[in-house]
Every structure is written in structure tokens, then in C-alpha cells.
């Protein structure tokens, strides 16, 4: 099979440039991330400072009621009219809202916390946008990877990471609509760039073309499912990992610099959702995958399933998410320790592309490394 030196240079330069804007992008967000926690501090300092205010002015306006009260009391000439001076109360004296603006500090102004809340949705504008020029680029990569050598670009480990974050950021670039929820970006993108540095700089293998052990049609079939699934399983197991952060520290008692990181993040509720509807997909899609590798297995080796080390934990790893999906419809289940499940079930798939890959031997071992 003859390879295209110059395709190959050119997905090489796709990979870098995919990476290098994932990491701009993380950067932007990462600031964003913390503009929004000060926006979100801001603003809760300054209701909390408006309603000191309002308690004040109410107590000046109840004092002041009550001078008026023992006056009329006091007063021999009383009349019905100073008797009805016993019925004014502090809501009489309306509240002066632009006084009370005035007396807070320059930065809980409403301006400046509008200011400072309107910076950081621009900033989360920018994320989204580089993260899609960064998925159409790193797709790029995996279409010119694959022209270069003249088949699907899922040969090694470093083709395979390639494949599976690319799919995740997908997902990921699908859920993440909506501005509320962009300030997850940093929690996907950390561990898309940490896998695509890895995958550069210790996994990186040169154009060329594939084992005859893997010159099947099934290589495709088998190989794109499972990445797929693998994908949307990344992105459920970063929701789970948010959830439960956010469920130790509820909104308005973060504490601790823990307290600090889990201050933007949205509602707990909001990203169980997220983790169980990516779960839902990843279930059948991984499970798809493991069939047809059963299938392929039987073709290529006269038996659909022999306990290798690859198949065992691929399926430890669907069972791990068919019990988290089982454990949040079971009453008692639900919350931390469903979500504590997917988690153990994002490690074990992360296991199994690490650990298994490039220290364990078997009839997998096509990452070059073992």
C-alpha cells in the first residue's frame, strides 16, 4: 500500500494545529471560568449588601414611626388626625433604591457587575468558536490520515485517540449549547488536551500501512463503534465527576478552595441530567462495539471471545455503566452513588486505553508499544 508523504505532513500539521487551538481554547475558558465565578460572587455580595441596606432603612423608618407615635401620645391636643400618626410604619417611607446604589461599592455597582458578567459571556463566546474550528480541524487531521495511507485512519493507538476525542468533542460541542452551560468547557477540554498531548508526543506513530491482522473490513465496523461509544462515555463520566463537586458544594456554600472551583458550575440536577442522557447513548453504542468485535474475533480467530485482556475490560466496562444506569432508577441509588458508578466506568474505559494497551500483551496489542 503506497503512503502520500504529502498528505501525511499535512495531517500531521492538522494534529498540531487541532491541538494547539484546543489548548487556546482551554486557556480563554479557563479565564472565563473564573470571570464567572467573580461575576457570580459580585452579585451575591451585592444582594447581600442591598438587603443590609433595606434592613437598615426599614429600622431608621420604624424608629422614626415610633418618635412619632409617643409625640401624638404625649400631646394634650391629640385628635383623631395625630391618632392615625400611631398607624405610620417603616413601609410608609418609600425605600430611595438609587441612595442604596450609591452606597455600595464601586465594584457591586450594577454596572460594573453587568460589565464584568457581559466580558465573561464574550469569552465564552470565543471558547465555542474556537472549539468548532478546532473540531473541523482535527477532523481534517483523521480525513487526511486516512487519504494518506488509503484507508480508515484507526490502525494504532495514536490513530484511535485521535478518533475517540474527536467524537467526544462532538458530543461535547452538541451538549454544550446552550451559555449556561459553557462553563463546563474547561472540565472537557483538560482531559481532550492531556489525551491529544499524550497521543503526540508517546503514542505518535508515522504514516503507514496496517497489520495484515487488521486488513478487514471489520476494522471499521468494530473500531468506529467502540470509538463512538468511548466518546460519549468521556463526556458522561466529566458530567459525573461535575455532579458530584457541585453536590458537595451547593450553590451559595462553596467553601475551601474546592468550594471555589465548584462555584460556576451549573445546577447539580442539570448535570445528573447531562451524564445519564450521554450515558443512554453510550450503553448500546460500546455494547454495539463489543459485538461486532465478537463477530470479527470469531472470523479472524476461529472464536468470538476468549477472556483477552482488551475484551475483558471492555466488557467490565459496559457492565460498569448498564449498573449506573440501572442504579439511577433504583430508589436509594440515585445520586452520589449512581453517579459514583459512572465514574468507576470512565477509569475502567481510560484503563483500558492506557494500561492495557501499552503494558499488558494480548491479542490486541496493536499500539506498538508492548
Known amino acids: 500500500m503506497q503512503i502520500d508523504p504529502q498528505l501525511s505532513e499535512f495531517s500531521d500539521l492538522a494534529f498540531r494545529s487541532a491541538e494547539s487551538l484546543y489548548l487556546l481554547a482551554l486557556a480563554i475558558s ?35 414611626a415610633k418618635v412619632t407615635v409617643g409625640a401624638g401620645a404625649a400631646s394634650d391636643a391629640a385628635d383623631s388626625d395625630v391618632a392615625d400618626a400611631g398607624e405610620i410604619t417603616g413601609d410608609d417611607i418609600e425605600p430611595d433604591f438609587a441612595s442604596f446604589e450609591a452606597q455600595l461599592p464601586e465594584r457591586l455597582r450594577s454596572e460594573s457587575v453587568s460589565k464584568t458578567l457581559d466580558r465573561a459571556d464574550k469569552l465564552g463566546g470565543i471558547t465555542q468558536s474556537l472549539v468548532w474550528l478546532a473540531i473541523a480541524i482535527h477532523a481534517v487531521f483523521v480525513i487526511l490520515r486516512g487519504l494518506a495511507t488509503n484507508r480508515f485512519p484507526w490502525g494504532n493507538l495514536f490513530e484511535y485517540v485521535g478518533v475517540v476525542t474527536l467524537f467526544a468533542m462532538v458530543v461535547a460541542a452538541l451538549m454544550i449549547r446552550r451559555k449556561a452551560m459553557r462553563v463546563m468547557w474547561p472540565w472537557v477540554l483538560t482531559p481532550v488536551v492531556g489525551l491529544l498531548f499524550y497521543a503526540g508526543t508517546k503514542l505518535y506513530a508515522e504514516t503507514a500501512p496496517v497489520v495484515p491482522a487488521l486488513q478487514s473490513y471489520w476494522l471499521v465496523i468494530h473500531v468506529s463503534t467502540v470509538a463512538i461509544g468511548a466518546g460519549i462515555g468521556l463526556m458522561s463520566g466529566v458530567a459525573s465527576l461535575m455532579y458530584l463537586l457541585r453536590r458537595k458544594y451547593p450553590k451559595g456554600e462553596e467553601q475551601g478552595w474546592l468550594g471555589t472551583i465548584a462555584a460556576p458550575l451549573p445546577d447539580a440536577t442539570k448535570l445528573d441530567a447531562l451524564a445519564y442522557r450521554t450515558a443512554v447513548w453510550a450503553l448500546p453504542i460500546f455494547g454495539l462495539g463489543i459485538i461486532f468485535g465478537a463477530i470479527w474475533a470469531n472470523a479472524a480467530w476461529g472464536r468470538p471471545w476468549g477472556w483477552d485482556p482488551k475484551e475483558t475490560v471492555s466488557f467490565i466496562t459496559w457492565i460498569l455503566y448498564a449498573a449506573y444506569l440501572h442504579a439511577r432508577a433504583t430508589p436509594g441509588w440515585r445520586g452520589r452513588k449512581s453517579a459514583w458508578i459512572n465514574v468507576f466506568a470512565f477509569a475502567t474505559m481510560v484503563f483500558n486505553l492506557f494500561f492495557i494497551n501499552m503494558v499488558v500483551s494480548g491479542l490486541h496489542s496493536y499500539a506498538g508499544l508492548n
Request: proline share 0%; no cysteine; charged share 35%.
Open 30 to 64: 479557563l479565564v472565563f471560568y473564573g470571570m464567572v465565578r467573580v461575576g457570580a460572587d459580585r452579585r451575591r455580595q451585592r444582594a447581600e449588601e442591598l438587603e443590609k441596606l433595606q434592613a437598615e432603612h426599614s429600622a431608621r423608618a420604624t424608629s422614626t
